[in-house]
């Protein structure tokens, strides 16, 4: 279960990385991010599809080879928890999120909650 767990998350940030590698302006204009200055695009591509697109990588790592599936619980539980936090933590200086940054939440916590499963099931089968 856990193989396909990475396996999903792999194909999800592959896709992602590639979208907003190829149009980072398109990508990120439909959530309200605007670039400004000589490199603001540039520094998308690297964040949002590079970092993606090395996560996808790590990802499918581990739902294909055993030796990876803990790093890339890690990672992801990481990743998605960082961003969870950082959410939850801007909600009372922002606000609370609405309309398709609640279905990236929903879809970060399930993520973090995920990899913390399935760290747990392998901890306990050592």
Do not use: C
């Not at 200055?37 to 690297?46: N, P, T, V």
């Amino acid at each position: 279960m856990d193989r396909i767990f990475l396996g999903l998350a792999a194909a999800s940030f592959f896709v992602f990385g590639v979208a907003s590698f190829i149009q980072p302006a398109d990508v990120l204009g439909g959530v309200g991010v605007e670039f400004a200055g000589e490199y603001g695009i540039y520094e998308a591509r690297g964040i949002y599809g590079g970092v993606s697109l090395g996560l996808a990588t790590l990802f499918a790592m581990g739902a294909f080879r055993s030796d990876y599936r803990r790093p890339a619980l890690f990672a992801l539980l990481a990743y998605a928890g960082g961003y969870v936090a950082a959410r939850f933590a801007a909600a009372p200086l922002d606000g609370a999120p609405e309309g398709l940054f609640l279905t990236f939440v929903g879809f970060e916590i399930f993520l973090a909650a995920g990899a913390a499963l399935f760290l747990a099931r392998s901890r306990s089968a050592d």
